[in-house]
């Protein structure tokens, strides 16, 4: 067995989704044959990076027909980001201030103070 077909079985291995990967691989072979080796290694990085968001970037890539595994590395990495921000931070208020209660006023003074403080 080769080191390139060695290389595609470990990662075909990692993913459940057997056909979008089979997919993957294909779409390299066809487009990048001399540089298969390449696009394997940044594949199987991106899936020791980031083996959370493997199978759902594999399967954004294939949404969009994006077919470069600088494209997987890409997506698995905007997946990330996406899912830290994601998760509200919920403001306190400053309890210095919480008895502090604005007072109420009429109209009135605000038409006072426009009109220059003259009665």
């Known amino acids: 067995m080769s080191k390139r077909e060695t290389f595609i079985r470990e990662v075909e291995g990692v993913f459940v989704d057997k056909e979008n990967i089979q997919w993957l691989v294909q779409q390299l072979k066809e487009k990048y044959?001399?540089?298969?080796?390449?696009?394997?290694?940044?594949?199987?990085?991106?899936?020791?990076?980031?083996?959370?968001?493997?199978?759902?970037?594999?399967?954004?890539?294939?949404?969009?027909?994006?077919?470069?595994?600088?494209?997987?590395?890409?997506i698995a990495h905007a997946l990330s980001v996406q899912s830290q921000s994601t998760s509200p931070i919920v403001a306190e208020p400053n309890q210095k201030y919480k008895d502090i209660i604005a007072p109420e006023r009429s109209e009135d003074i605000y038409l006072k103070v426009l009109a220059g403080g003259r009665d």
């Open 33 to 74: 044959p001399r540089h298969m080796l390449d696009q394997l290694k940044v594949l199987q990085n991106t899936i020791r990076k980031y083996p959370g968001y493997s199978e759902q970037a594999l399967k954004e890539m294939k949404k969009l027909n994006m077919t470069s595994a600088n494209d997987f590395r890409d």
